[in-house]
């Protein structure tokens, strides 16, 4: 069983930051990518950042410059540092691992979502 656990969400005003965590436990083998992704209501998930084994890494056109994707590959946690929120940050964001449990078995995994709030 693997699973992924965000957390790090809350309420922040315009222009504050946050860090949000994605921690990968369980029976792993190796990790080939971790990503966020989020989802505002009533509007389809999107690409936040992810970040690839070797360490390259990819941003959405609406977080570039603000946010950066890190991670501790001994803990198997990625984190998410978000800077200069604006109220159109504001959604639940996912933890999404793309990851080998066996040598030959790879599967696709989320987690259950943190919300963050972006207001006055």
């Known amino acids: 069983q693997v699973q992924l656990v965000e957390s790090g969400g809350g309420l922040v005003q315009p222009g504050g930051s946050l860090r949000l965590s994605c921690a990968a436990s369980g029976s792993i083998f190796s990790i080939s990518a971790v990503g966020w992704f989020r989802q505002a209501p009533g509007k389809q998930r999107e690409l936040v950042a992810t970040?690839?084994?070797?360490?390259?890494?990819n941003y959405g056109d609406s977080v570039k410059g603000r946010f950066t994707i890190s991670r501790d590959n001994a803990k198997n946690i990625v984190y998410l540092h978000m800077n200069n929120l604006k109220p159109e940050d504001t959604a639940v964001y996912y933890c999404n691992a793309d990851l080998y449990v066996t040598k030959w078995s790879r599967n696709i995994y989320w987690g259950q979502g943190t919300q963050v709030t972006v207001s006055s």
């Open positions: 970040i690839t084994s070797p360490g390259s890494t």
